[in-house]
């Protein structure tokens, strides 16, 4: 792994992260978003509905489904030197304390991977992410079908990521995910060029 370095985006759901995500694609620096793993044939099954598998699963198991996808993530970077990527484990690690599902000592294998150059979080209410979901959302993304539900997980995602980051003792860049795209784009952009060309 000499001389690759990578970044992570991160945010609550709908924050914007994905599209910045894809339009800093666009401009040539290889990027990661967990869908993009649908095409390693190991994993390809259970991402075609990994929303639905996982709440059928017991502790153990859910636990070690969301350990490989996260491990095969990281698999996928290294090999193709990807330089950003969208959320590493962090959601998945911070989503699972949340529901209380896993077994989180299977899950802290992950706290062993290597670890970002910074940190990009996009930050947004989760009031204007609600909005954005259009009310639409998936068993991934709220405590239950309401907006009720949806609004009291975001703000726990949001609590429980910022924790996690000060626990790793990673490096933070806060993003305001109100501003328009190409800004951020931008911002994210500079920091990875400057870093690139040290």
Do not use: C
Not at 46 to 69: C, H, N, Q, T
């Amino acid at each position: 792994m000499t001389g690759w370095k990578f970044w992570v985006i991160t945010g609550i759901d709908y924050s914007g992260k994905t599209t910045i995500l894809r339009e800093i694609a666009k401009k040539k620096f290889s990027s990661l978003h967990w869908s993009d793993l649908k095409t390693v044939p190991w994993i390809k099954p259970v991402l075609e509905r990994p929303y639905d598998i996982v709440f059928e699963m017991g502790k153990m198991s859910r636990a070690s489904f969301i350990l490989l996808v996260a491990s095969t993530m990281f698999e996928v970077m290294m090999r193709k030197k990807i330089v950003l990527v969208d959320s590493y484990w962090y959601r998945f690690y911070v989503k699972e304390k949340i529901f209380g599902l896993s077994e989180l000592e299977i899950l802290k294998t992950l706290f062993k991977l290597p670890r970002p150059v910074k940190v990009f979080y996009v930050e947004l209410p989760p009031e204007e992410a609600y909005i954005r979901s259009r009310g639409v959302f998936t068993r991934y993304e709220s405590f239950d079908n309401t907006k009720e539900g949806f609004l009291k997980f975001q703000e726990i995602l949001d609590k429980e990521l910022r924790i996690l980051f000060k626990e790793l003792g990673l490096a933070v860049n806060y993003l305001n995910g109100k501003d328009e795209v190409s800004k951020n784009v931008n911002i994210i952009i500079d920091e990875l060029t400057k870093e690139l060309l040290l």
